[in-house]
């Protein structure tokens, strides 16, 4: 049964504890050191970034069963196909690119307000491939959350009648919460509406655009590396334990939501971690291929290429091409003097051919995995209670 509290109530940020406060510190003191690394012009710095986007948006819609490898991602990015992906799933991966590359457009500019309208708009975006799940369009009808694994109802979302208020209030939040910091803010746009749940498909996708889209308008860091998404797709279980347990089956907006802000910041912390280590591990990389570049008598271009093999990429000719801009002949002969050394392998032939890293890459990727040491949980009690809740593999009913 829904709360009898009045339809334009929604879920509000509850105080921080001091455990809380300390998480938040270091978070922001990371930002800080990635945002002053990040501004620091590097050769490797549009590889990262190319590679973090592929990550988020991979992640995401995994999170909803869209599985995609990394590059097919990254072949999102780049207006290119997929080379393993079927049809239906890369156009959910399109149009989640297409969403969140407005998010990361409207940074430019004084963008810090929100409407509805442009909420909708982004919906619209992300599922405007499927006009049956009626792209852009509040819900008209009830909506239902479902275990697959149990065959049962695990959310109840509110009345339909109640989402146009219910969406009115959560913008307005947006903008009566601008004193409080834009990593809780953002958690609380996240939850208010995936729990609101206004439209038929693609909440939780929106939910976490939206979350993102308040970071990126609120100067806390390098955009592109802001969202939590990645760290999400790679612990869903966690999360939906802790929109369970905050959510309590159906819309209750008086509830409250203090695990699920700290289970927030600790994604941003680990995230943050995770990010600070790539970097190093960017630089490292990029002095290591600049290395065999120079022994095997390479073109510097060819770096890039290398650095995305080292990745665990798959490298396509066209894509070589686009991100290189040299002629044709010149492509043909890059890529031939690369696997000629040993540092690229090719695999089928036509069109369909790809190039995967060698072993004097692979080797560079395997010392950088053995070389890393554990992140640190900085809330080492969350796992523990979220494993007490029962994992949900869920879908809307």
């Known amino acids: 049964m829904n709360d009898s509290t009045p339809h334009r109530v929604i879920y509000v940020a509850p105080p921080l504890t001091s455990e809380d406060r300390a998480v938040l510190a270091e978070i922001h003191q990371m930002r800080k050191q990635l945002r002053h690394v990040l501004r620091t012009p590097n050769r490797w710095d549009g590889g990262l970034r190319r590679s973090a986007l592929a990550r988020a948006i991979r992640g995401s819609n995994s999170i909803e069963g869209y599985q995609v490898a990394e590059d097919d991602a990254a072949a999102a990015l780049d207006d290119e196909r997929p080379i393993s992906a079927d049809e239906q799933t890369f156009l959910e991966i399109e149009g989640y690119r297409h969403a969140l590359g407005y998010v990361l457009a409207m940074r430019e500019e004084d963008f810090s307000t929100f409407d509805e309208t442009e909420i909708r708009a982004m919906h619209y975006m992300l599922l405007r491939h499927d ?5 852009g369009r509040y819900r008209k009808g009830p909506v239902h959350v479902h ?4 065959d049962r109802v695990v959310y109840e979302g509110p009345d339909a009648e109640d989402v146009p208020a219910l969406m009115e209030a959560l913008v307005a939040s947006l903008h009566d919460m601008a004193d409080i910091d834009p990593l809780v803010r953002s958690a609380m746009a996240h939850l208010n509406l995936v729990m609101i749940h206004p439209f038929r498909d693609g909440n939780g996708r929106m939910a976490r655009a939206l979350a993102t889209s308040v970071l990126t308008r609120s100067d806390i860091g390098e955009p592109e590396f802001s969202s939590i998404e990645e760290w999400l797709g790679a612990n869903t279980d966690d999360y939906y334990a802790s929109l369970a347990i905050t959510g309590q089956g159906s819309w209750r907006p008086r509830n409250d939501a203090h695990l699920w802000i700290s289970f927030n910041l600790r994604a941003h912390h680990m995230q943050a971690q995770t990010v600070a280590r790539r970097i190093q591990e960017a630089a490292e990389t990029w002095r290591e291929l600049d290395v065999l570049v120079t022994r095997y008598s390479l073109p ?3 770096i890039d290429a290398a650095f995305e093999a080292v990745l665990g990429y798959r490298l396509r000719r066209s894509t070589y091409l686009k991100r290189t801009q040299v002629e044709d002949q010149t492509a043909t002969r890059d890529l031939a003097a690369l696997t000629s050394a040993g540092l690229l392998i090719p695999h089928g032939n036509g069109r369909g051919r790809f190039y995967t ?8 990727q395997q010392n950088r995995r053995s070389r890393r040491t554990p992140l640190t949980d900085p809330y080492p009690w969350m796992r523990p209670k979220l494993a007490e809740h029962p994992r949900p593999g869920t879908k809307p009913a």
């Open 147 to 150: 275990d697959d694994r149990e």
């Open 357 to 364: 890293a060698g072993e004097p890459l692979q080797q560079i």
């Open 131 to 135: 006009p049956s799940k009626s792209p």
């Open 300 to 302: 510097e271009r060819t």
